[in-house]
């Protein structure tokens, strides 16, 4: 008889309860078809009523999974934990995965350590890797793909190089941004500037990429003296609407690649005495729930984050079931018009 721990129940007792082999049993629990249904559903009700754990360690050796899959961030916790998006995306992730027998894991990639951690995680024990890719690093994607990690990227990646080889879910961010900018135009603004993302990241460089195009087309200014920095943050929104001002008087609106730094600049233009949207509109990027509370409520362009999640553990679970090809998503993203614009 095999040597348990005391108090442990022990795939031999649930197959006892259940009136059938050790064998048996535990093809039922891994997931096994070939199993008949009174069968099954004897060892399921066994293994609930005695309060059945499987040993993951055994069933890996088995199945040759682990049952873990990987989020990862390469930024800083700060990001993390201050910026809704991430917290949406998680949400879909979970939504996803519940009920296929995998458990999300998070892993942030913000230095050289937790970088090679991550490495040998996808390696060695991750069934597969959810990524949301921060500051452009091919090099990462690559020493991924060496090590026959399967990943979904968050977003276009790299940022302007080639996708062909990888599975990412994007939302149509130079779509959205244009569809703000025009929406500024048609309310009458003329002198329109952007607080961009950060530049290296897919999402900072379309997002500014449709507010030139906008503007491009609508023959307006549209140069680099009508941008400035917000890196997603709202501390940086706030700096960056000082800039502006600054350097244009006349502004009488302001294009933001996410929500966080549409709030910086609300607040900065409240301490300038500029009125929203009177003296100067604002159109955030994301619609996090504080969009909706800003004083004045923040017009912005709606992605689907969570919804982005979902179909990232939906491509990487078929993945795990055996898909091969490489699959590019763009999720659509919709202005909420309100009360800033």
Wanted: glycine share 10%; proline share 5%.
């Amino acid at each position: 008889m095999a040597n348990t721990v005391p108090g442990r129940v022990t795939l031999e007792m649930v197959a006892a309860a259940a009136g059938v082999s050790r064998g048996t049993a535990s093809r039922v629990l891994s997931g096994s078809p070939k199993v008949s249904q009174v069968a099954s559903t004897s060892v399921r009700a066994a293994a609930a009523q005695l309060g059945y754990r499987p040993n993951l360690s055994a069933r890996s050796l088995v199945t040759g999974r682990s049952g873990l899959v990987g989020f990862a961030v390469n930024e800083d916790d700060d990001r993390l934990f201050t910026d809704p998006y991430f917290a949406q995306l998680v949400r879909g992730m979970h939504h996803e995965l519940t009920g296929s027998d995998h458990a999300l894991v998070l892993s942030l990639v913000s230095d050289s350590s937790e970088r090679s951690r991550l490495l040998e995680f996808a390696a060695t024990r991750l069934d597969g890797l959810l990524l949301a890719y921060g500051h452009s690093d091919p090099g990462l994607a690559e020493e991924l793909d060496a090590v026959g990690a399967r990943v979904v990227f968050a977003g276009r990646m790299p940022a302007r190089g080639p996708a062909e080889h990888t599975t990412w879910v994007d939302s149509d961010s130079v779509g959205g941004a244009r569809a703000a900018v025009e929406h500024l135009l048609e309310r009458g603004r003329r002198c329109v500037a952007t607080i961009t993302g950060d530049l290296d990241m897919a999402a900072g460089f379309d997002r500014a990429e449709g507010w030139r195009q906008a503007l491009r087309e609508a023959d307006l200014p549209h140069g680099d003296d009508l941008t400035a920095p917000g890196r997603f943050r709202e501390e940086e929104g706030r700096a960056a609407t000082e800039q502006l001002l600054a350097r244009h008087p006349d502004l009488d609106a302001v294009f933001c690649a996410n929500d966080l730094s549409a709030l910086g600049a609300l607040d900065a233009l409240a301490a300038a005495g500029r009125r929203v949207p009177d003296d100067v509109a604002v159109v955030g990027f994301d619609d996090i729930p504080a969009a909706a509370t800003a004083r004045p409520p923040l017009t912005t362009v709606r992605q689907e984050s969570e919804l982005m999640g979902r179909r990232m553990a939906r491509l990487l679970l078929d993945r795990l079931d055996g898909g091969t090809e490489p699959v590019q998503e763009v999720l659509p993203t919709t202005l909420v018009v309100r009360e800033s614009s």
